[in-house]
């Protein structure tokens, strides 16, 4: 099962452009664990020809309770509020 959390702290919501590329995104590399509140680390990594983009998946894994988290990246333009 993959697990979303729009709008949790700052993943995904970084456009960064390169020469008239289409924005992507930077994810964060910590978030924090939603059923320990420890620090959680991105595993997922990408190459500079595939960057991340909406909708791909980023994954992390909890350095306190090893519970790994499924987060789809959102859209920057998605508007959360």
Known sequence: ????????????RMPLERDGD???LVPEET????????PARLLT??????PPRPGD???YRCVDCLDRWDVVLGDPDDDLT
């Open 45 to 50: 990594t990408w190459d500079d020809e595939n």
């Open 1 to 12: 099962m993959i697990r979303t959390f729009p709008g949790y702290g700052t993943l995904g």
């Open 22 to 24: 289409p924005p992507f």
């Open 57 to 59: 998946l980023a994954v």
């Open 31 to 38: 978030i924090v664990c939603v059923d320990c509140g420890g």
